[in-house]
């Protein structure tokens, strides 16, 4: 079975606060991928890497950076977290390619800022 | 502007009852389509992935179809644990990275 792995499940930070969400893929997959999740505005694209040390903006970057050292592990992190960032956080991944490769969800990190 | 669309927001089904979940999209050239199944709280589950026109997939009460401009989630017989929001995905064929793009989403509920 395919497995994303989010290491936390329930956050609780404060405004200003670095924080760092991890996942780690066993499927030997090329692409990682971080989004969140609002009620209304659906998954939106934070970052995408397609190889380690390699990262490309998504949709909405601004306030988020990312680290990826080793091809299993994507880190998403929050430089100064801000009430705004409360959301669930979803981790993925995918083989890269010609063809249109599944993309696999971990079960997501709710982040609530305070 | 390459989209996707779903409807309806929101369906409640009586247990038996079947019914269909529509994806529309609009993309310049189409990679791949996918569907999955969130349920509250959770991240996404995958269930298919269509490549071209004519394709169905099927799994238990599910069946995905594709045409050249949408695709169909087909609910036959649903029972209470099918009760959760299907998100359909889609990659558009020119794309500088892996890109998938999707839908809001509709939430099915199914009534004992």
């Known amino acids: 079975d395919v497995k994303v792995t989010q290491s936390s499940r329930y956050l609780v930070k404060r405004t200003g606060e670095k924080v760092f969400l991890e996942c780690v893929q066993d499927m030997d997959h090329e692409n990682m991928f971080w989004y969140r999740q609002d009620p209304g505005l659906g998954l939106r694209l934070i970052y995408f890497s397609y190889d380690v040390k390699m990262k490309e903006k998504g949709d909405i970057p601004e306030g988020y950076s990312v680290s990826r050292e080793k091809k299993e592990r994507f880190s998403l992190i929050l430089e100064s977290a801000s009430t705004n960032q409360t959301s669930m956080y979803l981790c993925?991944?995918?083989?890269?390619?010609?063809?249109?490769?599944?993309?696999?969800f971990g079960e997501g990190s709710w982040l609530t800022v305070v | 502007e390459d989209q996707v669309t779903q409807s309806p927001e929101a369906l409640r089904l009586q247990e038996g009852e079947s019914s269909s979940l529509n994806c529309s999209y609009t993309v310049s050239g189409l990679r791949g389509l996918f569907w999955y199944r969130q349920d509250p709280g959770k991240g996404p589950e995958f269930l298919f992935t269509l490549y071209s026109a004519g394709e169905e997939k099927e799994k238990e009460r599910l069946k995905a179809t594709l045409t050249k401009k949408e695709s169909f989630l087909h609910i036959t017989a649903p029972k209470p644990e099918d009760s959760a929001t299907y998100l359909c995905?889609?990659?558009?064929?020119?794309?500088?990275?892996?890109?998938?793009?999707f839908g809001p989403g509709t939430s099915l509920s199914v009534i004992p």
């Open positions: 993925a991944s995918s083989l890269h390619g010609i063809s249109g490769n599944t993309i696999y």
């Open positions: 995905a889609v990659q558009p064929l020119k794309t500088s990275y892996d890109k998938v793009i």
